[in-house]
């Protein structure tokens, strides 16, 4: 397999030496299930989980997303199996905020003893001395909720002064909590719910990109409507790619700030995943994408009248 030499280019973190490469790697989907516990337990086939990293990391990756709470435990003890001793250039971000309940949910953890108990398990597991970056989760899953950050947050500072971790990030967080965070801390990224149909966050992308703040996506094929699905798979078709190349290669093009963290457990979509990055969408099929969001009503009016 040859390796991809284009990962869509690559981002400077802020107040970071390392640079990544556009195009990531997100672990989430590397935990297993248990009926209902979504992201919980090892995966059906460890090796191939440890092939799929090995192979991203060969193929150019060098970020990748994770987090001590999905498994729980699982995905970092993964990652510190197939890669450790890591690559020079390797960054790991992973998140903290929340934790799993034996019922496989995702309640708060924010207390300051919480988050300091947090950091040490992903270095733990991971077998790390320091975390490269650490997101703080704050919203509910798929948007922002108005909720108090200081002591989580002064946590992360504090564990950053004392050199265990390099950089800080948030996850799921508005405009407006960010500019308290950065009262607080310097903030390197955002990861938050954004794709081609849910673009609540464009004006928050451009601002962040005025700043030079990465600006990290997830859910890419999240929130879709039928309509919209059916538009994207149209579009996909046109450009002999899969709807999810479509909407990864229409987040790198959406901003040079924006960095991609699709999550498989499978060689193959790995590479399809990977091909994404080198995909350019014509302008004409960029009308059409823009459409999926804004002109939805009117792509469905007009599909009645076929």
């Known amino acids: 397999m040859p390796q991809e030499v284009d990962l869509a280019g690559s981002f400077k973190l802020p107040g970071n030496s390392l640079s990544v490469n556009r195009m990531g790697y997100g672990a989430m989907q590397l935990a297993g299930r248990d009926g209902n516990k979504l992201v919980w337990g090892p995966p059906r086939d460890v090796e191939e989980a440890i092939r799929v990293l090995q192979e991203a990391v060969a193929s150019g990756v ?17 990652i510190r199996k197939a890669l450790s001793p890591y690559p020079d250039d390797l960054v790991i971000v992973t998140k903290v905020g929340a934790r799993r309940g034996s019922d496989g949910s995702w309640p708060h953890a924010r207390s300051r003893q919480q988050i300091i108990d947090a950091v040490h398990d992903n270095l733990h597991n991971l077998g790390l001395d320091t975390l490269e970056v650490v997101n703080l989760r704050i919203g509910g899953l798929s948007a922002p909720t108005d909720e108090p950050f200081e002591e989580p947050l002064t946590a992360l500072a504090e564990l950053k002064q004392q050199g265990l971790i390099r950089h800080i990030g948030l996850s799921t967080v ?44 997830y859910f890419p094929l999240g929130g879709f409507s039928p309509l919209q699905s059916d538009a994207l798979s149209e579009v996909a078709s046109h450009l002999d790619a899969t709807p999810m190349q479509v909407a990864l290669a229409w987040l790198l093009q959406r901003s040079p700030n924006i960095l991609v963290i699709p999550g498989t457990s499978s060689l193959k979509h790995l590479h399809e995943n990977l091909k994404a990055a080198t995909l350019k969408i014509p302008a004409e099929e960029l009308a059409c994408l823009d459409e999926v969001s804004s002109q939805a009503a009117a792509v469905s009016s007009a599909g009645h009248h076929q």
């Open 62 to 78: 060098n970020h990748i997303d994770t987090s001590d709470f999905y498994g729980p435990h699982v995905t970092n003890q993964i």
């Open 174 to 217: 508005s405009p407006q909590q960010l500019a308290e965070a950065q009262a607080i801390t310097e903030i390197v990224c955002i990861q938050n719910f954004y794709n081609v149909a849910q673009r609540t966050d464009d004006g928050f992308i451009d601002a962040l990109s005025a700043q030079s703040v990465a600006y990290v996506p």
